[in-house]
């Protein structure tokens, strides 16, 4: 099955610092990345959408200039969180996908823990 | 405006017992939809699929079911076991690379 992984697993951080999350597809070419996030006991919530090699695509709501994405590979997207603050405290989990169908369903990193203090 | 809906935040099961999980949806144009489990600080695993064409798909002790008048689908955890206990999340797609649209969670216990 595809592999992906996403470091770090957990990050504390201090406010107004940038923080950068790296997802990658090992085994597989991720034409699109997915970025979600999910706070304490809610939902996972699409924050941004990106295709290899074109700019991301964010849900209302999501703050393009906060949130930075680079998906100039195949295999390896980042997520900067930018000039982080208390609020931004979230679980982050990026899920790439080269198409390889819903059968499959699509594959998720491990996820990371950001705590900004 | 949620348009994947999981109505009960928690489950609890005896050993060997059937846990059903429910999930309603209120987008007609979905055509994938997903069970995943998911434990504290980790990605979501997949653990089953079932299309829009179809109303039932089966994968060991894992069964879903689709009910696309309702726009309701379950799933079926037969026997359960204490290893099963994670939250759940049902989840929909439209066609194509779309990205998923997940409910809220189901929290399942098993109880040994």
């Known amino acids: 099955g595809a592999v992906v992984s996403q470091h770090p697993s957990r990050v504390i951080c201090k406010s107004g610092t940038s923080v950068k999350i790296e997802c990658r597809s090992l085994?597989?070419?991720?034409?699109?990345m997915f970025w979600y996030r999910q706070f304490p006991k809610k939902s996972l919530m699409l924050m941004a959408t990106s295709n290899e090699g074109s700019k991301a695509t964010y849900e209302q709501g999501v703050e393009k200039d906060k949130f930075l994405i680079n998906h100039a590979s195949l295999t390896l997207s980042t997520l900067t969180v930018t000039s982080a603050h208390p609020e931004d405290s979230s679980f982050y989990i990026c899920s790439p996908t080269g198409g390889q169908g819903e059968v499959q369903g699509y594959t998720f990193g491990s996820g990371t823990r950001l705590t900004v203090v | 405006d949620q348009q994947v809906k999981q109505n009960s935040p928690s489950l609890s099961v005896q050993e060997g017992r059937i846990s059903i999980l429910n999930c309603d949806y209120t987008n007609s144009m979905f055509d994938y939809f997903l069970w995943y489990k998911k434990y504290p600080a980790e990605g979501p695993t997949f653990l089953i699929s079932i299309s829009s064409i179809k109303d039932k798909n089966e994968d060991g002790r894992f069964t879903v079911f689709l009910n696309k008048s309702a726009k309701h689908l379950s799933l079926h955890i037969v026997p359960s076991q204490p290893g099963d206990s994670a939250v759940y999340f049902c989840?929909?797609?439209?066609?194509?690379?779309?990205?998923?649209?997940f409910g809220k969670g189901t929290r399942l216990s098993v109880i040994a």
């Open positions: 085994d597989f070419q991720a034409t699109t």
């Open positions: 989840a929909a797609k439209l066609s194509g690379n779309t990205p998923l649209v």
